[in-house]
Each structure stands twice: as structure tokens, then as C-alpha cells.
């Protein structure tokens, strides 16, 4: 079962279009989150200036954040591609786990493993639920038995 999405980039340019896309996402919830919270622990006249500047000091490292997770993943993801030669959810799953254990490397090998098992199950769970989601959404897609010769069907009835 293949669940090729030909409607993106070929692999070394969609690196570059996740990072961005990673690091857009992360910048624009960072903002909106830290914007919240400087505003909140800003004293009561100075509530705009204190969100204005938490967003300016904390967006973008969070955008970054997101961006190297978002880089990592489909580094990770078109080479697993590639020697497996292969589009299916183990894919995701495996590049999540590398990604995992790769972002947790300076904390050390326990921790990098368990961080790995961590993003792996993690990224098994999505996929599992984007399988089951398919495949509840997909109901209506299923071939209809033909109606049986000399039968017609019943037609609807308006009723006033």
C-alpha cells in the first residue's frame, strides 16, 4: 500500500521546504505563545512592550527549534526512502526515531535511546491514527453493488 505523495518536491529540495516550513511554524506559534506570556508577566502598563519583547527574544529560537526537528525528520525520512526503496508509514516511523536520538546525542546514549523510542512511538501514533483516519474517511469511496437486473430501485418520495 503506497501513500506516495507525488505532489511534492523531489528529496534534496523538500529538506529545505520542510526546514522552512518547520521553522515558519515554530516562530509563528513561538510568537503567539510568547507574546502571551510576556504580556501576562509584564507589570499593567507596560503589557505591549513586555509581549513585544519576549516575542523578539524567544520566536525565533523557537522557530529555530522547530526548523532543525522539521530538517532532521525529512533528512532522515528521504534516506530511509532511498535505501528502502519504499513510501509506507515504517518510513516515518524509523526517521522519527533517528531524529529522536540524533537531537538528544549531547545528553548521551541512554538518553539519546530513550528519546529515540520516545519520537518513534510518537510518530508510530500519528501515523496509526492518520491510517485509521483514512481508512473511517474512505467509507464513502467503496464500490457500491450493482443494482440487480429487472430491479429498480426505490425512488425517493417529497411528502408535504
Known amino acids: 500500500m503506497s501513500h506516495a505523495d507525488h505532489t511534492r518536491d523531489p528529496c534534496p529540495w523538500v529538506v529545505l521546504n520542510d526546514f522552512g516550513g518547520a521553522f515558519s511554524m515554530g516562530a509563528i506559534g513561538g ?12 507589570p499593567r502598563g507596560e ?3 513586555g509581549a513585544i519583547s ?3 527574544a524567544r520566536a525565533p529560537v523557537t522557530g529555530g527549534n522547530f526548523g532543525i ?3 532532521l525528520f525529512s533528512t532522515f525520512d528521504c534516506t530511509v526512502k532511498g535505501i528502502r526503496q519504499k513510501e509506507d508509514a515504517w518510513n516515518a516511523i524509523i526517521s522519527g526515531f ?9 545528553s548521551g546514549p541512554r538518553s539519546a535511546l530513550g528519546s529515540a523510542i520516545a519520537c518513534g512511538i510518537l ?4 501515523e496509526g491514527v ?11 469511496q467503496r464500490p457500491q453493488m450493482q443494482p440487480l437486473p429487472g430491479v429498480t430501485p426505490p425512488q425517493p ?3 408535504q
Do not use: D, P
Request: aromatic share 12%.
Open 31 to 42: 510568537g503567539i505563545w510568547y507574546g502571551i506570556k510576556g504580556a501576562r508577566n509584564s
Open 47 to 49: 503589557r505591549f512592550v
Open 54 to 56: 519576549s516575542i523578539k
Open 69 to 71: 526537528w522539521g530538517g
Open 98 to 106: 533517528m531524529t529522536g536520538g540524533t537531537l538528544a546525542l549531547r
Open 123 to 126: 510518530l508510530g501514533v500519528f
Open 130 to 140: 492518520g491510517v485509521l483516519m483514512s481508512r473511517v474517511f474512505s467509507e464513502g
Open 157 to 159: 418520495t417529497l411528502t
